[in-house]
């Protein structure tokens, strides 16, 4: 089954397009912790940074982010985001095993044997809860040399295409709203944008079917982006920022810190 899961998610990936095998995937696990296990899990986030540069290392995945939530939906709901990169989207469904996982544990810590690695990982998965996992490819992006490094602001804008505008609502955020993203980032407003499709979980009860990703590197950029109006948008261009936002429903945003990075 999983199999024939994955053929179905490479085929939506990759049909009609040589692009798409270049593309960005991404696996965004929403995470919760327990509020007295909090400083277990940041201690454990920091190993799994070494662990995943193995991975990456091993050409397994192209990069991981650790990203703690400032604001969201129900802040009780998860404290942090986790977000793997992949090149291809077989990596991306095929994700990180436990066994993969330990032997990388083992390179970067070789100092534990087998019992310690598979005691912490036991520890490791008591004290988190994923209550939500999007599997994602990149389809749009900004031209910028914005630097990811931990300190820098990121809003994950979960979002919901309206019934019968799913065509249209990529077509406004590639063509009508990533030009203003990119004028904002040309006048120092803001870092990078992108924007993602949901690959899983798929249907009409899907809570969300994309995810577009603002990234600044403090707050300062963060509010000046946000009072910043362009006076000079002609009837012509409102019109289609608002035919925009009427082809979507915004369901929740997420403004994160990045803690961690491997790149």
């Given at each position: 089954?999983?199999?024939?899961?994955?053929?179905?998610?490479?085929?939506?990936f990759w049909a009609g397009s040589l692009s798409a095998q270049q593309s960005q995937f991404m696996v965004f696990e929403f995470v919760k912790v327990e509020?007295?296990?909090?400083?277990?899990?940041?201690e454990f986030k920091d190993l799994m940074e070494k662990v995943y540069r193995q991975a990456l290392?091993?050409?397994?995945?192209?990069?991981?982010?650790?990203?703690?939530l400032q604001s969201g939906n129900n802040h009780s709901d998860f404290q942090y985001i986790m977000v793997t990169y992949y090149n291809d989207p077989v990596k991306m469904m095929d994700g990180l095993n436990e066994e993969s996982m330990m032997k990388y544990t083992q390179i970067?810590?070789?100092h534990l044997n087998d019992s310690q690695?598979?005691?912490?990982?036991?520890?490791?998965?008591a004290i988190r809860d994923m209550p939500m996992r999007l599997y994602m490819r990149e389809i749009s992006e900004t031209s910028d040399n914005f630097q990811v490094k931990p300190g820098i602001?990121?809003?994950?804008?979960?979002?919901?295409?309206?019934e019968g505008k799913f065509e249209a609502y990529e077509k406004a955020e590639s063509e009508v709203f990533k030009p203003i993203h990119?004028?904002?980032i040309e006048q120092g407003l803001m870092g990078h944008w992108s924007f993602l499709r949901t690959a899983l979980p798929l249907g009409s009860e899907a809570k969300s079917t994309h995810l577009t990703v603002n990234m600044y590197k403090d707050y300062m950029q963060f509010f000046n982006s946000q009072a910043y109006e362009d006076m000079n948008q002609t009837d012509e261009q409102r019109k289609a920022v608002n035919e925009g936002?009427?082809?979507?429903?915004?369901?929740?945003?997420y403004l994160a810190t990045l803690q961690n990075v491997v790149r």
């Amino acid at each position: 089954m999983k199999k024939i899961l994955i053929l179905i998610v490479c085929g939506m990936f990759w049909a009609g397009s040589l692009s798409a095998q270049q593309s960005q995937f991404m696996v965004f696990e929403f995470v919760k912790v327990e509020n007295d296990q909090i400083f277990d899990y940041i201690e454990f986030k920091d190993l799994m940074e070494k662990v995943y540069r193995q991975a990456l290392n091993d050409k397994k995945i192209t990069g991981w982010d650790f990203w703690s939530l400032q604001s969201g939906n129900n802040h009780s709901d998860f404290q942090y985001i986790m977000v793997t990169y992949y090149n291809d989207p077989v990596k991306m469904m095929d994700g990180l095993n436990e066994e993969s996982m330990m032997k990388y544990t083992q390179i970067a810590y070789p100092h534990l044997n087998d019992s310690q690695v598979k005691k912490l990982f036991e520890e490791s998965l008591a004290i988190r809860d994923m209550p939500m996992r999007l599997y994602m490819r990149e389809i749009s992006e900004t031209s910028d040399n914005f630097q990811v490094k931990p300190g820098i602001l990121a809003s994950f804008d979960l979002m919901k295409a309206s019934e019968g505008k799913f065509e249209a609502y990529e077509k406004a955020e590639s063509e009508v709203f990533k030009p203003i993203h990119q004028k904002r980032i040309e006048q120092g407003l803001m870092g990078h944008w992108s924007f993602l499709r949901t690959a899983l979980p798929l249907g009409s009860e899907a809570k969300s079917t994309h995810l577009t990703v603002n990234m600044y590197k403090d707050y300062m950029q963060f509010f000046n982006s946000q009072a910043y109006e362009d006076m000079n948008q002609t009837d012509e261009q409102r019109k289609a920022v608002n035919e925009g936002l009427n082809s979507r429903d915004q369901k929740w945003v997420y403004l994160a810190t990045l803690q961690n990075v491997v790149r």
